[in-house]
């Protein structure tokens, strides 16, 4: 064969489908039974393929990375991602926050039309097939249900994924086949992911499961607006998750990292403690607290626990310190959720073991695309552009290969 992928999420698919219609032979390997299933996963939100927003914006999402990623996305933009949608029968939309999902809000239907149409252009599959790395005479060796199989092919495009959700088949087995073949791979960590935090017995018990909603959370400069979900062991939810890059290096630098919510942040400090500062009556502080600032139950304990954090009493602080801390509840986070659990995974084949056509400088022939690079992005679109976009550079790059080293 010509060219052998291995990952058939959307980065090894889109890798697939730039190399067929070349006029290369392609075969997709995974390890899994069937192609896709982070991105059905995906598909369960609604399937946020990509944002709406002007490109230098969307570029700036990638934070360090951003150099990097910028050619393949400028050559395979949000419109052109919407577009290849399209034509697959699945058009999109875009929702009020400007993020983009096809209009059937779900990855399945897109999928498999993907999947015929690679089908009827000749591309083949081979599933559990979980591939171990290279024998000495540089084939691929793969463990599948026959046993061990060997597999020579003239280029090959990586794109295994990254490391969280192991069920649906990303693991991150990889890293350790590629750092023996002396490629660097920064370690993978978890990203858009929750955080642990000591709640006490009593607060962990009444509100675990609850939402805390209408809410602004800010680490450092960054302010997000946004929905929270107390957990068993600490907090998730998209507005942890956006600011989750910066959380996870701090907690990782420092050991922990204090992020402060606003209860009311429709509210400034001095309507609040005039609010607060009412005459109560025989209203117990819980009372007042509901009803003259509006908090939830969750929001008042949140505010219970940061006053015992700090060795104070609620019921001692005046208006005006009740108002202070209302929109600005510290928490202090002590650790990441783990890998698993998290969205997506920061860390991966770092950005300089590539060349311009994402090919593994020290593996001629071998290129690489999708979660497993060195990037990472908030939801709301960026991460599928990116597989999109890497497959799509990684195809171009391995056709070019072939044509340069024709067939002998
Ligand atoms: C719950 C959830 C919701 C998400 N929602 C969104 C969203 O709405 N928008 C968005 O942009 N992103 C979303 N993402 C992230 C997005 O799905 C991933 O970033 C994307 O699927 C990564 O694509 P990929 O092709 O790089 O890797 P994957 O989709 O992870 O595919 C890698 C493939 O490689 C295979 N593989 C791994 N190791 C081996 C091996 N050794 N041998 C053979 N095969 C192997 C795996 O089985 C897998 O099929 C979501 C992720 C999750 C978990």
Known sequence: MDAAIIGAGPAGLMAAEVLAQGGASVTVFDAMPSAGRKFLMAGRGGLNLTHSEPLPQFLARYREATSRLDPAITAFPPQCLREWSEALGQPTFVGTSGRVFPQAFKASPLLRAWLRRLNASGVRFEFRHRWQGWDDDGRLMFRAPQGERVVE????????????????????????????????????????????????????????????????????PQTIRGEAMVTRSGLEGGAIYALSADLREAVVTSGEAILHVALRPGLDVKQLAARLSAPRGKQSLSNVLRKAAQLSPVGAGLLQEAAIAAGASLSSLSPERLATLINAVPIKLTGTAPIARAISSAGGIVFDELDADFMIRRLPGVF??????????????????????????????ALHWLAQHAAS
């Open 368 to 397: 690489a695309a999708g979660e497993m690079l060195d990037w990472e992005a908030p939801t709301g679109g960026y991460l599928l552009q990116a597989c999109f976009a890497t497959g799509v550079a990684a195809g171009r790059g």
């Open 153 to 220: 092919a003239r280029t090959v495009v990586l794109a295994l994924g990254g490391a969280s959700w192991p069920r649906l088949g990303s693991d991150g087995l990889w890293t350790e086949t590629l750092a023996a073949r002396g490629v660097f791979v920064s370690p993978l960590r978890s990203a858009n992911c929750g955080f642990t935090v000591a709640w006490s017995d009593v607060f962990r018990s009444r509100f675990e499961g609850q939402p805390l909603k209408g809410a602004a959370w800010s680490f450092g």
